[in-house]
């Protein structure tokens, strides 16, 4: 029998229809299949590996951090003391200078000549008081007289030695040792005509000062610090030691002493003016640099250090993480103390020996999360006196 069409067409419907049931099966198999995997995942997960360590427990030197800037322990500005054409510049800008070194020549003829003028001036007086005084042993000459001349006589030297004294400020001289800047004047200017002409500047960095600010705080730990060692505080000037590092210097490697300290705190700033002074023999230091200062107080403490890398912050403050006994992660709040010369941190509260801190994989640890914790083999604070 052949098939009709509406028979054709409920056929293939019927196969359209398996097919369809077919495939919604299949999907829901891998569906399932696909949860129990996920299932199987989550309770295979492996608890994070981290490396913990103990406090170590170390001398650890107090100190005040600041900051302060450096300045020359002289300054002078040469300047012309008489007028006259600049007749030479005998040094290079910038260079450093003996002590005395010839610096500027003022043309010195003129004050010559002044100078031997006065002096053939004196010569002449010098004479005729003598003659006076000789006239006045034969009762030919008046007293008045002898006086008079004696005056001119004084008036003249006095003369000589004023001319002496401009001729010396002709040749300009370096009053002490030390750093020059750039000359102002060129040779062949007229200098000192009717007001002094600043020729250069002249810095003394052997030694250097370093000046800066203690605030009200600080002033009264330092204050406390001094009195536990028997100190009054004007006593520390020239024996308290002062530590500097510029801003591209590792540490403290400048070694100086405290050069003064104010006698007041200012109302206006709340700080209290202080200075050290620095040898400086290398020169390093000059005038006007930023540096980092740092003032030792007392003695060496015993304190709990840990990796300085190993404390985090935020808005709440310094914290690290700690590892229970149970291998779970805690938040832990500290008060940080101050660096010892290795980059460790000295902790004043928070920790004990017995806490085991996280100082590495802290990335994988988060507070109530269960890792797993290894000891480091070596201690990472260096026990050393700083």
């Known amino acids: 029998m052949i098939p009709t069409f509406h028979s054709i067409r409920r056929c293939v419907t019927q196969f359209s ?20 995997c996920r299932k199987g995942t989550d ?17 650890v030197m107090e100190y005040l951090d600041l900051t302060g800037t450096t300045a020359p322990s002289k300054t002078v500005n040469l300047v012309a003391r008489v007028s006259g054409y600049l007749e030479s510049v005998n040094f290079q800008d910038g260079a450093f200078v003996d002590k005395g070194q010839l610096l500027f020549v003022i043309e010195p003829p003129p004050y010559e000549q002044q100078l031997a003028l006065n002096q053939a001036v004196l010569v002449q007086a010098q004479a005729e008081y003598d003659r006076q005084m000789e006239m006045m042993k034969q009762n030919a000459t008046s007293t008045s007289n002898v006086e008079k001349q004696r005056s001119s006589r004084d008036q003249a030297q006095a003369q000589v030695e004023l001319a002496k004294i401009n001729l010396g400020y002709t040749r300009v001289t370096a009053p002490f040792a030390g750093r020059i800047g750039q000359r102002l004047v060129d040779p062949g200017n007229l200098v000192g005509a009717g007001t002094a002409t600043q020729l250069a500047t002249l810095d003394q960095l052997l030694p250097i000062y370093v000046n800066f600010n203690l605030n009200e705080r600080d002033a009264l730990q330092m204050r406390e610090a001094m009195r536990k060692l028997g100190m009054e505080a004007k006593a520390a000037v020239g024996k308290a030691p002062v530590e500097v590092g510029l801003s591209n210097e590792k540490g403290y490697p400048h070694e100086g002493l405290l050069d003064f300290v104010d006698n007041e705190i200012s109302s206006s700033t709340g700080t209290i003016a202080m200075r050290a002074i620095f040898k400086n023999e290398d020169k390093t230091l000059f005038p006007g640099v930023f540096a980092r200062v740092r003032i030792p107080l007392g003695n060496p403490q015993p304190m709990l250090v840990i990796p300085n890398s190993a404390i985090g912050n935020d808005q709440q403050g310094d914290y690290v993480f700690l590892v ?27 920790l004990t020996a017995a806490d085991r801190v996280v100082v590495n994989g802290i990335l994988n640890a988060r507070p109530g999360q269960k890792v797993v914790p290894t000891e480091s083999g070596v201690a990472t604070p260096t026990a050393s006196m700083p």
Request: with cysteine; charged share 10%.
């Open 17 to 36: 229809g398996a097919i369809k049931a077919h495939i919604l099966g299949t999907l829901l198999v891998l569906l399932i299949l696909a949860s129990g």
């Open 324 to 350: 229970d006994a149970n291998d779970v992660v805690v938040r832990q709040t500290v008060v940080k103390g101050p660096l010892t010369p290795s980059g460790d941190c000295a902790i004043r509260s928070g």
């Open 43 to 59: 309770s295979t997960i492996v608890p994070p590996p981290v490396t913990v360590s103990h406090p170590i427990s170390q001398p």
